[in-house]
């Protein structure tokens, strides 16, 4: 008897209409910064919400496109889980403005915020409803984040990086031989500190202070290690496609968090595998946190870059540290 799995039926993704340039921050900052970022992460522009845009507004665009290439109504979605650490508000969830906007009616919703590792983790916690109760048969999986909203624009170790966008995965119940295989998740929480938006909760609550610091924005403390990300990474990829049970030359992709283009091509050197096997979506897109992965993952299915038993590793990590790998078959 074939075990019930949970398949990815559909893709999608939404990026704000706003560009911006390397240019732009040349003029902004009064130096070539353009230069260093094309060279040595790959980005070239990124996309920036409006004023009256937020991040409900990208998670309800890429949700409808992802919708309508699956071929299902919102109205048929039993759960929508939002991965995101720029919510809508602190409460209620973004899931729930989602939700409704959607009209989702019978779906239930909830966020989850491990920054940039989210969409990865939410697609193992998916996956994993539907396994387990058969009243689960469409969940829908979001990616979103509009950091430009916590961006200092005069520090330029963080605005010319990090940028917005949403996208999503419409997972659904099969019999098939396809779908969720094998995931790790995994935690360094001695960087919680390192990196972050650290006023907004309880600790330190919103005030004129606080805001005439700049400690509600998004700041790098300190320099992460530079080795961290791929080592984490060459280990869970491993890890999960043994768990899986194939071998590292079966994949046929590998999704990462798109932070840095040299992390990417390490981890694929220390696998023995190429840069065909991934895609990338950071040179046009800048950083888009836990948005980038099933934003690059539905521009290759647009491509025609997957097909059908394809092996394909996620692999997400941010803020925290957290990391998320997970396997499926296409």
């Known amino acids: 008897m074939t075990k019930r799995n949970a398949r990815i039926r559909a893709t999608g993704m939404y990026a704000p209409d706003k560009v ?5 921050f040349n003029e902004q900052l009064g130096e070539d910064v353009g230069t260093w970022l094309e060279e040595n992460l790959t980005i070239r522009e990124r996309r920036w919400c409006g004023p009256d845009e937020s991040t409900a507004d990208l998670v309800e665009r890429a949700a409808k496109s992802t919708l309508e290439k699956g071929g299902i109504g919102a109205d048929q979605l039993d759960l929508i889980i939002v991965s995101t650490d ?10 729930s403005v989602v939700q409704d906007r959607l009209g989702a009616s019978k779906a239930g919703s909830f966020d989850i915020n491990t920054a940039c ?11 994993k409803y539907i396994q387990a109760d058969p009243r689960y048969k469409f969940v829908l999986v979001v990616g979103a984040y ?3 909203k916590f961006l200092n624009l005069t520090d330029k170790k963080t605005v010319t990086l990090f940028a917005d966008g949403a996208g999503c995965a419409l997972l659904e119940a099969t019999d098939e031989d396809a779908g969720w295989l094998a995931s790790r998740l995994a935690t360094e929480g001695q960087y919680n500190e390192w990196m972050g938006i650290y006023a907004g909760g309880t600790r330190t609550p919103v005030t004129p202070e606080v805001v005439a610091n700049g400690d509600h924005l998004l700041k790098f403390v300190k320099k992460f290690p530079k080795e961290i990300n ?4 060459t280990k869970m990829v491993r890890e999960s496609v043994e768990d899986a049970g194939y071998a590292i030359e079966d994949l046929s992709m590998i999704f990462f968090t798109q932070i840095n283009i040299n992390s990417i091509r390490e981890t694929l050197d220390n696998l023995g595998l190429g840069m065909e096997k991934t895609h990338t979506v950071m040179d046009r897109y800048g950083y888009t946190g836990s948005a980038c992965i099933p934003m ?4 290759a299915d647009e491509l025609g870059k997957l097909k059908r038993g394809d092996l394909v590793a996620f692999m997400g990590s941010g803020g925290g540290l957290a990391f998320a790998c997970s396997v499926f078959r296409w």
């Open 117 to 127: 590792a989210g969409f990865v983790t939410a697609l193992d916690m998916g996956a």
């Open 296 to 299: 690059a993952l539905a521009e």
């Open 230 to 233: 791929p080592t984490m990474w």
């Open 86 to 95: 720029t919510p809508e508000f602190v409460s209620p969830s973004t899931a």
């Open 20 to 24: 911006v340039p390397n240019e732009w």
């Open 146 to 148: 509009a950091m430009s």
